[in-house]
Structure formats: structure tokens, C-alpha cells
């Protein structure tokens, strides 16, 4: 019975630390990605202006930027269903 218990606690911690890194990893691409100066492309049609499409690094940030909050939500999902499934 102990070892059920235990053995969901460590994959509870493993999960725990997964989701702090991507957490972390959240964090430092959004301070890297304020930096870029990409701007929203809707507020700027409102106002009239227009820039082009972001190239290079800052596809890149904002790709990562929009992907890593999926990971977050998608990990915490899958890993609390494989806690469920092997404790």
C-alpha cells in the first residue's frame, strides 16, 4: 500500500519539476521576447500604420512564446492522467 503511495508521490514531484521548468523556460522567452519589438499587428491596423511580418530571431521567439504555454497545459494533462493510470 506504502509503495503505491510513494511511487505517486515521486511521479507528483517529477511533474512538479517539469512543469517548473517550462515554466522557467516561459519566463526567460517572454523577457527575450518583450525585447524583439514585435508589435500586435491588429492595434497597428487601427491606428492606421502597418509593419511588416517579424523575420529571423523574432519568428522564432514568437513561435516559441506561443508554444511553451501549450506545453505547460498539455503536460500537466497527460502527466496527472499517467499518474492516474500507473499508481
Partial sequence: ????????????????LALLGLRLLRRYTASR?????????TQLAAKGQ?????R???????IIHLIIPRLIF??????S??????S
Fill in 56 to 62: 529571423g530571431w523574432n519568428v522564432l521567439y514568437l
Fill in 1 to 16: 500500500m506504502w509503495h503505491i503511495v510513494i511511487e505517486a508521490l515521486v511521479h507528483l514531484s517529477i511533474l512538479a
Fill in 33 to 41: 521576447f518583450v525585447h524583439s519589438g514585435v508589435h500586435c499587428p
Fill in 74 to 79: 498539455l503536460t500537466a494533462t497527460i502527466g
Fill in 81 to 86: 492522467f499517467l499518474i492516474l493510470i500507473y
Fill in 50 to 54: 502597418y509593419e511588416a511580418p517579424p
